[in-house]
């Protein structure tokens, strides 16, 4: 294109420009980034600095031929014109004459075509240069003098002692800020002066204290750095999976150069230059200076830190959780094995499963940040929903709620289990009846998101039938065992992840009890639900939150059945319709 630009244009380009331009094409091994070698491309070709030319050489060309260019009668028009403006005002009547005169002087336009003339007049339009320093001795070191204007903006650099100089120097420039966007402060330049105060054996505090009681501009004298690196911000972004308050936090190396963020929040990570300490925007915030955040590995280790103070007590407290059969499962801290009865309006199934096997190797998954892209929507490719919580929580009401709004878009899958047909059932309505030992091989493969055992039977639900009614085209709504979540949580799958969360206590027992619902430890369902039911269904939900609570994509707060179903409702239109970021390796 751009060839196209300069052939169709090459009566109105200046020759100068057009060979320089072919030049700079045509030239190779220039140490220049491809961003660089565009911005001048375009700015050669660029009609403003073509029509500068033109004007600039008819000036230089022309300034000798008088019958073309008049030549100036005077190089001083403006003050001609105040002291004209000078008289007119001193006179004590004014004609209507010379009050139109009086009016046009005053004009902008007319002001601005005489300084022009004035000017040409006196040429000068040369460029004014600055004198060239002169040429240090080998002896001396090198000194760039940079001035930035201080604002309510922080400067966007810290500093630091060097451990074997002791010299101070600047330990970061932060993405954004004043001092890079500047170009003229790079990490590692030895700071001199600041605002010609010699640093010489002040402590990084001092030079702050003489930043903060300067005002307007400040000039810094630096020794320039040996090896200069110009970092280009990196695309990486992440979400954060808990919150950040530096002012809580005692070692972050600079308070003012900081980002909080909360946990959810998406950050552009523009620098992992630090080991422990990260440059990130909060996604959004393109135009925003960029701000220190703890690095994945600093976090590691503070999270290390606070399990191991975690006593004994709060450990098993919060360990032995037992559950309500609801629409999940129960569980018992004494027993290995836990029952999970999933009642939907055609059929109650009983299953076990086994959850007491990876609980402590899912405690020791430290979760800080998740690198993260945008997956956007395709037609007729729906990703499955989870609806994941403590079993009382109302999940199996709000799958068959969904269901019930459109069941040829919204499927289940029928599990599979090795007990025998009963007289009327159907094979692949009920259940896919197989056999034990074909069962057992699928499981040991993998085939199964979840599984157990319940009166000697095995019974589960495969990925395939997951995968099967995705690739149908039909959503597919599941309400598993929280533990399946590692199974489902896949590049394959790509699930959107819903928490139904119990409210608090109080709230949790005045709206069961308004709405009458009876207690899922009751097989035929007689009863409300007990003190103690309520407290466990509270002890799963924090176990949930403390294993699982990072894989979340949405978080439903069942305090009132018909809104908790409004907001999944909006949930699920937004996994079909929006871009929505999910795990990296999802999209590549």
Same mark, same amino acid.
């Given at each position: 294109?751009?060839?196209?630009?300069?052939?169709?244009?090459?009566?109105?380009?200046?020759?100068?420009?057009?060979?320089?331009?072919?030049?700079?094409?045509?030239?190779?091994?220039?140490?220049?980034?491809?961003?660089?070698?565009?911005?001048?491309?375009?700015?050669?070709?660029?009609?403003?600095?073509?029509?500068?030319?033109?004007?600039?050489?008819?000036?230089?060309?022309?300034?000798?031929?008088?019958?073309?260019? &008049?030549?100036?009668?005077?190089?001083?028009?403006?003050?001609?014109?105040?002291?004209?403006?000078?008289?007119?005002?001193?006179?004590?009547?004014?004609?209507?004459?010379?009050?139109?005169?009086?009016?046009?002087?005053?004009?902008?336009?007319?002001?601005?075509?005489?300084?022009?003339?004035?000017?040409?007049?006196?040429?000068?339009?040369?460029?004014?240069?600055?004198?060239?320093?002169?040429?240090?001795?080998?002896?001396?070191?090198?000194?760039?003098?940079?001035?930035?204007?201080?604002?309510?903006?922080?400067?966007?650099?810290?500093?630091?002692?060097?451990?074997?100089?002791?010299?101070?120097?600047?330990?970061?420039?932060?993405?954004?800020?004043?001092?890079?966007?500047?170009?003229?402060?790079?990490?590692? @330049?030895?700071?001199?002066?600041?605002?010609?105060?010699?640093?010489?054996?002040?402590?990084?505090?001092?030079?702050?204290?003489?930043?903060?009681?300067?005002?307007?501009?400040?000039?810094?004298?630096?020794?320039?750095?040996?090896?200069?690196?110009?970092?280009?911000?990196?695309?990486?972004?992440?979400?954060?999976?808990?919150?950040?308050?530096?002012?809580?936090?005692?070692?972050?190396?600079?308070?003012?150069?900081?980002?909080?963020?909360?946990?959810?929040?998406?950050?552009?990570?523009?620098?992992?230059?630090?080991?422990?300490?990260?440059?990130?925007?909060?996604?959004? @915030?393109?135009?925003?200076?960029?701000?220190?955040?703890?690095?994945?590995?600093?976090?590691?280790?503070?999270?290390?830190?606070?399990?191991?103070?975690?006593?004994?007590?709060?450990?098993?407290?919060?360990?032995?959780?037992?559950?309500?059969?609801?629409?999940?499962?129960?569980?018992?801290?004494?027993? &290995?094995?836990?029952?999970?009865?999933?009642?939907?309006?055609?059929?109650?199934?009983?299953?076990?499963?086994?959850?007491?096997?990876?609980?402590?190797?899912?405690?020791?998954?430290?979760?800080?940040?998740?690198?993260?892209?945008?997956?956007?929507?395709?037609?007729?490719?729906?990703?499955?929903?989870?609806?994941?919580?403590?079993?009382?929580?109302?999940?199996?009401?709000?799958?068959?709620?969904?269901?019930?709004?459109?069941?040829?878009?919204?499927?289940?899958?029928?599990?599979?289990?090795?007990?025998?047909?009963?007289?009327?059932?159907?094979?692949?309505?009920?259940?896919?009846?197989?056999?034990?030992?074909?069962?057992?091989?699928?499981?040991?493969?993998?085939?199964?998101?979840?599984?157990?055992?319940?009166?000697?039977?095995?019974?589960?639900?495969?990925?395939?039938?997951?995968?099967?009614?995705?690739?149908?085209?039909?959503?597919?709504?599941?309400?598993?065992?929280?533990?399946?979540?590692?199974?489902?949580?896949?590049?394959?799958?790509?699930?959107?992840?819903?928490?139904?969360?119990?409210?608090?206590?109080?709230?949790?027992?005045?709206?069961?009890?308004?709405?009458?619902?009876?207690?899922?430890?009751?097989?035929?369902?007689?009863?409300?639900?007990?003190? @103690?039911?309520?407290?466990?269904?509270?002890?799963?939900?924090?176990?949930?939150?403390?294993?699982?609570?990072?894989?979340?994509?949405?978080?439903?707060?069942?305090?009132?059945?018909?809104?908790?179903?409004?907001?999944?409702?909006?949930?699920?239109?937004?996994?079909?319709?929006?871009?929505?970021?999910? &795990?990296?390796?999802?999209?590549?």
């Amino acid at each position: 294109m751009t060839s196209e630009v300069m052939a169709n244009g090459k009566n109105k380009l200046d020759p100068a420009l057009t060979d320089l331009y072919t030049t700079l094409r045509e030239a190779e091994n220039i140490p220049s980034t491809e961003e660089e070698l565009a911005f001048l491309s375009e700015l050669l070709q660029s009609k403003e600095l073509n029509a500068l030319v033109n004007v600039h050489n008819k000036i230089l060309t022309n300034v000798d031929r008088k019958h073309f260019f &008049p030549i100036p009668v005077l190089s001083d028009a403006m003050q001609v014109m105040a002291d004209v403006l000078e008289v007119l005002i001193s006179r004590p009547y004014m004609s209507e004459d010379c009050k139109e005169l009086f009016s046009v002087l005053q004009r902008p336009h007319l002001q601005g075509l005489l300084c022009a003339h004035d000017s040409v007049a006196q040429k000068d339009y040369y460029p004014h240069l600055p004198e060239l320093p002169p040429e240090p001795d080998d002896d001396e070191e090198t000194i760039k003098i940079v001035q930035l204007v201080k604002s309510n903006e922080p400067l966007g650099a810290t500093i630091k002692t060097d451990e074997t100089t002791g010299k101070i120097v600047i330990a970061r420039v932060m993405h954004g800020g004043a001092a890079d966007r500047s170009g003229l402060i790079h990490v590692g @330049d030895e700071v001199v002066e600041v605002n010609n105060i010699n640093v010489e054996g002040k402590t990084p505090n001092d030079v702050l204290q003489i930043l903060q009681n300067s005002e307007g501009t400040i000039t810094f004298k630096l020794i320039p750095a040996e090896c200069k690196t110009n970092a280009r911000e990196s695309k990486v972004r992440v979400r954060a999976h808990f919150n950040y308050i530096a002012l809580m936090d005692p070692y972050i190396p600079c308070k003012e150069a900081a980002l909080d963020f909360k946990k959810g929040d998406v950050l552009h990570i523009v620098c992992q230059d630090d080991q422990y300490w990260w440059q990130a925007r909060k996604e959004g @915030d393109r135009h925003m200076r960029a701000g220190l955040i703890p690095s994945r590995a600093l976090q590691e280790k503070r999270i290390v830190h606070e399990r191991t103070e975690e006593n004994n007590e709060e450990a098993d407290g919060l360990c032995s959780v037992s559950v309500l059969p609801d629409d999940g499962l129960t569980c018992s801290p004494k027993s &290995p094995r836990c029952l999970s009865i999933a009642a939907d309006k055609y059929k109650t199934k009983t299953i076990i499963y086994d959850t007491a096997e990876n609980d402590d190797f899912d405690r020791e998954t430290i979760a800080t940040y998740e690198e993260v892209a945008k997956l956007y929507p395709r037609p007729g490719v729906y990703r499955p929903i989870v609806l994941i919580g403590p079993p009382g929580v109302g999940r199996n009401e709000l799958k068959r709620r969904l269901i019930d709004t459109d069941p040829e878009k919204y499927r289940t899958p029928t599990p599979f289990t090795s007990r025998p047909m009963k007289p009327g059932e159907v094979n692949g309505k009920e259940y896919y009846f197989v056999a034990r030992e074909q069962m057992e091989e699928d499981i040991e493969r993998g085939k199964f998101i979840e599984f157990g055992e319940y009166k000697g039977n095995l019974y589960g639900t495969s990925s395939d039938s997951v995968k099967a009614i995705v690739n149908s085209g039909h959503v597919c709504i599941l309400n598993p065992h929280y533990q399946a979540l590692k199974m489902l949580r896949t590049a394959q799958l790509k699930p959107y992840i819903v928490y139904i969360k119990p409210p608090r206590l109080e709230i949790l027992k005045e709206t069961r009890m308004a709405n009458h619902a009876r207690s899922t430890f009751d097989a035929n369902n007689s009863r409300g639900f007990t003190e @103690d039911e309520f407290k466990d269904m509270l002890r799963s939900a924090e176990r949930i939150e403390f294993l699982y609570d990072h894989f979340f994509d949405e978080t439903i707060v069942n305090d009132d059945l018909m809104v908790a179903f409004g907001k999944l409702l909006g949930a699920v239109n937004r996994a079909e319709t929006e871009p929505l970021w999910v &795990p990296a390796s999802w999209v590549q």
